[in-house]
């Protein structure tokens, strides 16, 4: 693992940022993994920033994102996809016919998981995988207890990530109970990861993510297995780890 602590988190963004930057200007149709949440959304503006700036294209990239909400449609104010239109897609040049978002509303849920992973090999995989850790350390929303193997799927939200993704709705009830989302074994074959975890709240997580036992109760843990991880922090985020 490489672990990098920034000053601040804007400049852990900038880092990230930046690392996306590198690698779309070196190849123009590189395949991006994406992830929603608070923490990548200065990122995302720092990406945007860039475009408008004429230093970056999006023209030929393609992406996937890692989860989606069941239930919720496309165009419902919390589905990933609109947060995705709103802080990325629809403020730089990419296609978006070349965004991919699991769909959370789809009659036939098995299927539409089949699909994404057969989408992704089609693509040739993701080159580079951007990831933030939930507090019980699901990264996606594979939450504890899901295999290292894991591929993507339909799985039931814990009462904890209900919880933490409450702030998101008007109310607690609203929040999806399930979610569709890339597997923990498909996250392992991106060709490189980064992590991004922000504020006080996440340091325990990253502390066993980094220095505890590969655990399947720390799904992040098992990311120590991975040839391409870098993690980037702002310091509170660091503060547990010795
Ligand atoms: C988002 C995702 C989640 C979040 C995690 C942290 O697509 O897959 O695993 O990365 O829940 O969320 P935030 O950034 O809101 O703390």
């Not at 804007?10 to 190849?27: M, Y």
């Not at 999806?176 to 504020?199: D, F, N, R, Y």
Request: charged share 15%; proline share 5%.
């Amino acid at each position: 693992i490489s672990l990098v602590v920034a000053p601040d988190a804007n400049a852990a963004a900038a880092i990230v940022a930046d690392r996306f930057a590198s690698l779309i200007t070196a190849n123009p149709q590189a395949v991006l993994g994406l992830a929603t949440g608070g923490t990548p959304v200065q990122t995302y503006q720092q990406l945007v920033q860039k475009v408008q700036q004429g230093q970056l294209s999006f023209q030929s990239v393609q992406s996937f994102n890692l989860d989606e909400y069941v239930g919720l449609k496309g165009d419902h104010p919390q589905s990933y996809r609109s947060f995705m239109n709103e802080n990325l897609f629809h403020q730089v040049d990419i296609n978006l016919d070349r965004t991919h978002v699991p769909d959370g509303a789809a009659a036939d849920l098995a299927d539409q998981c089949q699909s994404y992973e057969a989408m992704i090999r089609e693509a040739g995989g993701i080159d580079l995988q951007l990831l933030g850790i939930g507090l019980n350390g699901h990264i996606a929303f594979n939450e504890p207890g899901s295999a290292a193997d894991s591929r993507t799927r339909l799985v039931d939200l814990t009462a904890n990530t209900i919880q933490a993704n409450a702030r998101f709705f008007d109310t607690i009830d609203e929040v999806p109970k399930q979610a569709v989302t890339m597997g923990i074994g498909t996250i392992m074959e991106s060709k490189g990861i980064v992590l991004l975890a922000t504020g006080e709240g996440k340091s325990h997580a990253v502390e066993r993510m980094i220095q505890g036992p590969v655990d399947v109760e720390l799904p992040a843990s098992i990311l120590q297995q991975h040839p391409s991880l870098t993690v980037v922090t702002d310091p509170a985020a660091a503060s547990q780890i010795q």
